[in-house]
């Protein structure tokens, strides 16, 4: 909850444009929270976030955009043994379904 | 896709946590901006 305020001052601070996050959730579930979250606004309600649409790009780091883009030495050292163990293509199925509606919202402001 | 880009690396404990995120990033030619290892909702 109080990361939220954290995110938001770093978007107040940075602006929206070249913005993107990176999530790092352990399941399908949690990315979907945190990725509504930082692109529709807080489906809880109750955070600093709440009815806040920020409709960032959101990727998580196992995503392979994310994979294709790094340094693969770097890649294998830091998260290698977490793609292995988590299941990267639910999280990628329900971040990218985010990542779509953010750039719904993008085209719309 | 991050060259030139600013990057929220939001990390969690029982996943990856915010500081390897940040590497990966940083390797990617993003600029990572912010990192925590939270859970936030």
Not at chain 1, 11 to 28: F, M, S
């Amino acid at each position: 909850m109080e990361d939220q305020g954290i995110i938001k001052d770093a978007v107040d601070k940075h602006g929206t444009e070249n913005l993107i996050v990176v999530l790092g959730t352990p399941d399908a579930e949690s990315a979907g929270i945190f990725a509504e979250t930082v692109t529709i606004g807080d489906p809880a309600f109750s955070g600093p976030l709440a009815g806040v649409s920020l409709g960032l790009p959101v990727y998580h780091v196992l995503e392979s955009e994310v994979k294709e883009a790094a340094d693969p030495d770097v890649f294998e050292e830091e998260v290698g043994m977490m793609e292995i163990s988590l299941d990267v293509e639910a999280i990628s199925k329900e971040v990218s379904r985010f990542r779509e509606k953010a750039e719904e919202i993008e085209d719309a402001g | 896709m991050f060259k030139g880009k600013k990057v929220l690396c939001i990390g969690e404990r029982d996943g990856i946590p915010g500081p390897s995120i940040e590497k990966v990033v940083e390797s990617a030619g993003g600029e990572p901006v912010l990192s925590v290892t939270q859970c936030f909702v």
